[in-house]
């Protein structure tokens, strides 16, 4: 079906759809299953995009009936028929690579932001975020675009937790616990070409990440709730890895817990095997004493005496955490379900 960037053709009978070049993949889906010739043109930025078919065979059983020839497309009714990836972001605010206000931080949005799909109007989130209509999946796109998180130097499109929206505060515990589930793909991803050890990037694409309580700030005095991650689903060079945080020394116990550099926790890790760029099913189940971490078919359960240890509060975290600084590195993840639960 060519592209043609002039006015339509003379005495071709057309559909006139206005409201962008999303609607246009689920028009021509439409029209494969049709054998009436049609011509649709989309108004967009820039000018006409034309596109036109030939006469196409069912897929299967009869061909849908278009309206007849000359009738207007029911605009309303097939922006509502639109697929668009079922995920709630009412509980989520994302973190961008970029600082386009310019306030020293990387850009975030609110889950008040993203809900109802509001962050199809934010065009600084365009570039990051946005859904692909031909597979149904909502795209976290990012770079080393300038902006980074305190303790990190890495780029992120990444979405945060948050029990009550608009609050970093309200964390839970492994007492609590917490089980989030997704289903995903790395879509596209940057050669390394710096690191010998690694044929492309890494990227993160799941968290459970560790923060010190506002209870504990308070009863120890520190001045600040940083705390490390305690899992990162971990995709390197087409392997889906957990790394799990344990303690250096079983023994250690009180405020030493508290202490959130290698000399205290360091990572164990699991290899769940290859998933290339297809698409793979996570699962992550916490709970105190214990952590169940399930891709595709398979189980891996960390069960040693620092996941009764754990001093932290935590929160998810999912979408596409890039580990480079090299300014031409990439990635594209695509997330088709992500749900949380919590008891």
């Not at 196409?56 to 309206?67: D, K, Q, R």
């Not at 770079?143 to 945060?160: D, V």
């Not at 309200?170 to 070409?193: A, F, H, Q, V, Y």
């Not at 817990?257 to 998933?275: A, M, N, P, R």
Request: aromatic residues 12%; glycine residues 8%; proline residues 6%.
């Amino acid at each position: 079906m060519p592209l043609v960037n002039s006015p339509m053709s003379p005495g071709k009978e057309h559909r006139i759809i206005t409201f962008g070049e999303l609607l246009i993949d689920h028009l021509k889906t439409k029209m494969m299953r049709t054998q009436i010739p049609v011509w649709y043109k989309a108004v967009i930025p820039g000018g006409y995009m034309v596109l036109t078919t030939a006469f196409c065979l069912a897929c299967s059983g009869n061909a849908e009936t278009l309206p007849g020839e000359g009738e207007p497309v029911d605009v309303a009714e097939t922006a509502d028929s639109v697929p668009y990836a079922d995920i709630d972001l009412s509980h989520w605010k994302i973190t961008l690579p970029a600082d386009l206000d310019h306030n020293g931080k990387p850009d975030e949005y609110q889950p008040g932001d993203l809900v109802n799909y509001g962050y199809r109007d934010i065009a600084a989130l365009s570039p990051f975020m946005y859904d692909d209509t031909t597979d149904v999946s909502l795209v976290f796109h990012t770079y080393p675009a300038g902006a980074t998180t305190p303790n990190s130097s890495y780029p992120r499109t990444e979405l945060r937790e948050q029990m009550t929206p608009g609050n970093n505060y309200d964390n839970w515990s492994l007492t609590e616990g917490g089980t989030m589930k997704g289903r995903l793909k790395i879509d596209s991803i940057s050669p390394d070409t710096v690191n010998s050890k690694y044929d492309y990037h890494r990227v993160i694409v799941m968290q459970i990440h560790g923060v010190i309580s506002q209870e504990d700030m308070v009863t120890y005095g520190f001045d600040s709730n940083h705390a490390p991650p305690l899992l990162k689903m971990t995709w390197i060079d087409g392997h889906l890895f957990a790394y799990k945080k344990t303690l250096v020394d079983e023994s250690v116990s009180g405020v030493d817990l508290y202490d959130d550099s290698s000399g205290t926790w360091t990572d164990v890790k699991h290899d769940f095997g290859e998933v290339g760029h297809d698409a793979f099913t996570v699962e992550i189940e916490a709970s105190y004493g214990e952590l169940s971490v399930t891709v595709n078919d398979e189980t891996h359960v960390f069960d040693d005496i620092s996941m009764e240890k754990w001093p932290f509060e935590n929160y998810f975290k999912a979408g596409n955490y890039l580990v480079t600084t090299d300014t031409t590195g990439f990635a594209t993840v695509k997330y088709y379900e992500l749900e949380v639960v919590h008891p």
